[in-house]
Structures are given as C-alpha cells and as structure tokens.
C-alpha cells in the first residue's frame, strides 16, 4: 500500500514550485512519471484513477499544484507523461475553453429527482432482482428474522452465496460467527457498527477475511432502511460525482467502514437534494445508475446478480 507523508506532502510543494518558477513564461509544461515519482518516493501509475487526477482543490494532492498556480491538463498513462498549465496570471478561465481543459469541466452532469426516479423505475421493471430480493427479504425479515439458531443462519449465509455468486469461504463458519455475535438488537435498532463485525471472520489464528460486502447483504435483507448495501460500483459512482462537485469530507477508506458509508450516502443525498428518497432509494439509484456509467467494467458481475 502506498504510503502517503508529511514529507511526500512537502516534496510535491517544492515540486510545483520548482515547476512555477522556471516556466513562469511557458503556459504549458510537461512532466514525467518518473520525476513526480523522485518527489513522492512511490509509483504513480499506482494512483492513476480519476478521483486522483483533478482540479478539485478538495483533493489534497490538487491542491499542491493548484496553490502554486498551476492546473492540470492531461495525463498520458502510455507516455507516463502529465501536462500542467502554468497559469500565474490567472487568465484560465477567460483563454481556456471546455475541450482544452477537460479536468475542470463535470463529465457527470447534476443528477436531478427525474434520474432517481428514472432508475428506480429500470430496478422496478427488472423482474429477476425483483423477484430476489422479495424472497431474500421474506426469508431475511418474516420466515427466519433470528440470528441465534445455526441452522437458520447457514440457510440465510448460504442463500445470499447462492443469489449474488459470492463464492463464499465456508460459509458454516461465517455462521457460527455470526450466531456467536447476537446480533438481532443490532439489526433492530439500526447499529452500523455491526455490519464491520460481521464482515471479518477469523478463521485461525493467522486467516482472517473481510467479508464486507456480504455482510451489508446480510443486514440489508433483514431490515433495508437502516441497512443500505454497499458495491463497488457505488463507490466509483460517487468518486466521479465527488470529482465533478463539491461534495468534500470523502476518503476512500470510508467506503469499506459501514458507519462512515452510511454517512457518505447521507451526505450524498443531502448534497443534490434528494432528502425524500431512502437511503435504500438512494443506494438501488446508485447501483443501477452506475451500471449504466461503467458498462464495461461492470457487465459481467451485473449478468450474475
């Protein structure tokens, strides 16, 4: 994992001052992996997603540049090249155009309630999904809705492997786990804090696996509105929207602390509006909204589930 200082911090500053003042008279200026890398001590091709690559002063590596009067025009992942703009003047906004500066400009437009309730129609007309999550949820909520019999528990562990092909690491044990976490309160009153414990199951006394997505499964189809699941493809959905806006207060490792997410889909919700949906409304508009963002990366897990 790359490993992110101070010193890192205080190197890029050095870097993007360095940049600004020996092309104080060039407008754009090119620089290669390698010399950005000498200053950050890490591979920057390990860092070459969009949530990274912008000119959001929110994002604390933008920031270096930005406050050195410098914006970034293109990242060439081929050539390992990156272009700035030095733009000392502050003339970007009145010389550049939309097509020049792509990383400045939303590729996501503002989503509005018509593409909520747009996409809750698609998940409404999607009968297969309907039909599984209607007899997840009547087999989570109304036939087995307790948690302490092991039988009960590895028919619901084992139901969810079986719908979402999650290909599950013995499921008996994760049951056990969760039988001996009595979790029923939990699940009741709403407690996110449960979602994490059930996600990480010991399975000696040096495997242990994260099981995260599951477990927002498993509690979501006990109770929705206090449960909203969590996937990958929400996660990339709300980093280019976070790109794109203002919705600071983001890290990445929030995505994977049930608690914090939660907050994230609170906070997106709040941001563009949409305080009258649920969180599991706002979740199903993710899932599916993302689907259509990212056919590609995501075809093939969407055919199965």
Same mark, same amino acid.
């Given at each position: 994992?790359?490993?992110?200082t101070?010193?890192?911090?205080?190197?890029?500053?050095?870097?993007?001052?360095?940049?600004?003042?020996?092309?104080?008279?060039k407008?754009?200026?090119?620089?290669?992996?390698?010399?950005?890398?000498? !200053?950050?001590?890490?591979?920057?091709?390990?860092?070459?997603?969009?949530?990274?690559?912008?000119?959001?002063?929110?994002?604390?590596?933008?920031?270096?540049?930005?406050?050195?009067?410098?914006?970034?025009?293109?990242?060439?992942?081929?050539?390992?090249?990156?272009?700035?703009?030095?733009?000392?003047?502050?003339?970007?906004?009145?010389?550049?155009?939309?097509?020049?500066?792509?990383?400045?400009?939303? $590729?996501?437009?503002?989503?509005?309630?018509?593409?909520?309730?747009y !996409?809750?129609s698609?998940?409404?007309?999607?009968?297969?999904?309907?039909?599984?999550?209607?007899?997840?949820?009547?087999?989570?909520?109304? $036939?087995?809705p307790?948690?302490?019999?092991?039988?009960?528990?590895?028919?619901?562990?084992?139901?969810?492997?079986?719908?979402?092909?999650?290909?599950?690491?013995?499921?008996?044990?994760?049951?056990?786990?969760?039988?001996?976490?009595?979790?029923?309160?939990?699940?009741?009153?709403?407690?996110?804090?449960?979602?994490?414990?059930?996600?990480?199951?010991?399975?000696?006394?040096?495997? $242990?696996?994260?099981?995260?997505?599951?477990?927002?499964?498993?509690?979501?189809?006990?109770n929705?509105?206090?449960?909203? %699941?969590?996937?990958?493809?929400?996660?990339?959905?709300?980093?280019?929207?976070?790109?794109?806006?203002?919705?600071?207060?983001?890290?990445?490792?929030?995505?994977?602390?049930y608690?914090?997410?939660?907050?994230?889909?609170?906070?997106?919700?709040?941001?563009?509006?949409?305080? $009258?949906?649920?969180?599991?409304?706002?979740?199903?508009?993710?899932?599916?909204?993302?689907?259509?963002? %990212?056919?590609?990366?995501?075809?093939?897990?969407?055919?199965?589930?």
């Amino acid at each position: 994992m790359t490993n992110i200082t101070n010193l890192t911090y205080k190197n890029l500053s050095n870097l993007f001052a360095e940049i600004a003042y020996m092309n104080e008279d060039k407008s754009y200026v090119e620089v290669t992996f390698k010399k950005l890398e000498d !200053y950050c001590g890490f591979r920057i091709i390990n860092l070459y997603r969009p949530s990274f690559w912008t000119n959001d002063p929110l994002n604390a590596f933008a920031y270096y540049w930005l406050s050195h009067g410098i914006l970034l025009h293109n990242v060439d992942i081929e050539k390992e090249m990156i272009t700035f703009y030095v733009d000392l003047k502050n003339e970007i906004s009145s010389n550049i155009s939309e097509n020049d500066f792509p990383y400045l400009y939303e $590729e996501f437009t503002k989503p509005t309630k018509e593409d909520v309730d747009y !996409y809750l129609s698609i998940y409404q007309r999607d009968q297969q999904r309907i039909s599984d999550d209607t007899i997840l949820k009547n087999l989570f909520s109304t $036939e087995m809705p307790s948690n302490t019999k092991f039988n009960q528990v590895s028919i619901k562990v084992a139901a969810i492997d079986q719908y979402f092909s999650r290909n599950l690491y013995h499921f008996r044990t994760i049951a056990r786990h969760i039988v001996n976490l009595n979790i029923d309160k939990d699940l009741e009153t709403g407690n996110s804090e449960i979602v994490n414990e059930i996600a990480k199951v010991k399975f000696s006394s040096y495997k $242990e696996i994260n099981n995260y997505k599951f477990a927002t499964r498993y509690c979501y189809y006990h109770n929705p509105e206090e449960f909203p %699941f969590y996937d990958p493809v929400i996660k990339d959905i709300i980093n280019e929207h976070k790109r794109t806006s203002r919705i600071g207060g983001i890290l990445q490792q929030d995505f994977l602390n049930y608690t914090k997410y939660k907050n994230i889909l609170k906070k997106f919700r709040s941001y563009y509006g949409f305080e $009258e949906y649920s969180l599991e409304d706002i979740t199903i508009y993710l899932y599916y909204y993302g689907m259509s963002k %990212f056919p590609k990366k995501y075809a093939k897990l969407f055919q199965k589930e």
